[in-house]
């Protein structure tokens, strides 16, 4: 479902505009336009899309590194023999090169890890990381996180959306409809429902298991030795499309592979610690199956999965359609979303994973003065890049306690907990775990009442 307060006519008009080779669908991360379905059944062989900085948009060096002079647009092309994404500064266009790339099937342009560079998605699958070292002292790709959120970075900024197809923008005609929306403050074009964006889990039990692997018997397993070897999920995989590829390793790496001897775009490395990646289906015909190979010892994977991905990676946005999950307290100018936290009032272990020393009853949470500093944690219930606050009342506290987000290089705050008493601290993530350990062997430590909320400055369809 889509819902515009500008009305019809503006929905539909963007619905009908962008071009069936970019890709059915269209979804942009900034002010205006959050999250929108945009498709028409226009041929074209070529396009630009431009995104019009707002004019009192005059100096975004501040916020994303850039110098030389003011930005004026974000430009989208194939009408060249390379196709290019580019930013014109002050009065001079500064390309990124992608070549290489098929023109005409870009799918999605999006700052996927904040404090990272941006990503580019072409015909449903990841094409790299686009860096310039010519850019050197006028954007600072790898800074562009330093905005916080890619709203934060659009919000206020973007006026309007231009179009052309099959001719240069300096001659051609603006699509109808497209040509020259501008983007107003109340403008909130977004979906709701965006389930059938990703598509259900194909991983199973794998029924071949060579060179080393052995089944643990609890949805993870264990490699042995240096020789190759390959766990196997057969026939559940479609020629051609792509899958978000999800797992967990501890000890090492290795690869996974989506079809038969490696081609390019159908395997990909996974490393120690979590890992998603998207990869492309092929030679299935040669090898039907999922694969995941590894030759080092002692490695061991979990939490497997493969769905098929329909054009949308959500990374460190806000789902528009969730918006109402989020709350703003009076006096605060960013929105808290419920919760995170599974079992946060520590009514019994559920949810939570006990590392050394750890136990939780009688709606507390402890750790014991004899045992290994271990993590008490929960995986999977935050982002990498996202902004999270922290809340928990320390009961008990010998030596310090910490709470680290993502991973366990990653600490919440500049330093360790040593007294009693309500604490509310803030971090950004760098992974998908959310962790607490005591300081050292034997702290003994108590907590109650634990919050993690994620954190945003700018929500989509704020009304």
């Known amino acids: 479902m889509l819902r515009s307060p500008l009305g019809e006519p503006v929905k539909n008009a963007l619905r009908d505009a962008i071009l069936s080779e970019i890709e059915r669908r269209q979804f942009m991360n900034f002010s205006g336009v959050q999250y929108g379905q945009l498709s028409t059944a226009i041929s074209a062989t070529d396009f630009e899309i431009e995104y019009v900085l707002s004019p009192s948009a005059n100096s975004l060096q501040g916020l994303a590194g850039l110098s ?61 990381s686009i860096t310039d070292s010519a850019w050197a002292g006028q954007m600072s790709i790898d800074t562009i ?18 179009m052309w197809v099959n001719g240069d923008r300096t001659t051609g005609t603006p699509v109808p409809g497209l040509g020259d929306i501008r983007i107003g403050d109340q403008t909130s074009i977004y979906q709701q429902d965006y389930s059938q964006e990703i598509g259900p ?127 703003k307290r009076a006096g605060d100018d960013f929105w808290l979303s419920e919760n995170l936290l599974e079992n946060a009032s520590f009514d019994d272990a559920s949810a939570w994973t006990l590392g050394a020393g750890w136990s939780i009853s009688g709606g507390t949470a402890s750790h014991d003065d004899s045992s290994a500093a271990g993590y008490l944690y929960q995986p999977g219930v935050v982002i990498s890049g996202a902004t999270y606050i922290c809340e928990c009342d320390v ?15 990653n600490p919440i705050g500049d330093d360790w907990f040593y007294d009693l008493g309500e604490y509310a601290v803030e971090d950004i993530s760098d992974g998908d775990r959310f962790y607490i350990r005591v300081l050292s062997t034997g702290s003994m430590a108590t907590i109650d009442n634990i919050s993690l909320q994620k954190k945003i400055t700018y929500a989509p369809g704020a009304r």
């Open 68 to 128: 030389g002079g003011t930005a004026e647009f974000i430009r989208i092309t194939n009408i060249s023999t390379t196709p290019k994404i580019s930013f014109k500064l002050g009065g001079s266009e500064r390309p990124i090169d992608v070549s290489g790339f098929q023109p005409y099937i870009f799918s999605l342009l999006s700052i996927v890890k904040l404090g990272s560079t941006v990503t580019v998605y072409l015909n449903r699958q990841e094409a790299g």
């Open 145 to 162: 996180g330093a905005l916080g959120t890619p709203y934060q970075f659009f919000e206020g900024n973007i006026e309007r959306i231009r």
């Open 201 to 327: 889990d194909v991983w199973d039990t794998p029924t071949f298991l060579t060179n080393g692997w052995m089944d643990n018997g609890d949805d993870t397993y264990t490699h042995t030795g240096t020789t190759n070897g390959e766990l196997r999920v057969y026939g559940v995989l479609e020629e051609g499309e792509t899958y978000m590829c999800e797992i967990t390793a501890e000890g090492g790496g290795g690869v996974i592979q989506l079809g038969g001897p490696p081609i390019t775009g159908n395997s990909k490395s996974y490393n120690a610690g979590y890992n998603r990646v998207l990869i492309k289906a092929e030679s299935l015909s040669t090898v039907d199956a999922i694969r995941i190979l590894c030759s080092a010892d002692a490695v061991t994977v979990s939490e497997i999965t493969v769905k098929k991905w329909h054009g949308i990676e959500l990374k460190n946005t806000v789902i528009p359609g969730d918006f109402d999950q989020f709350e």
């Open 395 to 409: 009961l008990d506290n010998e030596d310090g306690i910490r709470f680290f987000l993502g991973t366990t290089s």
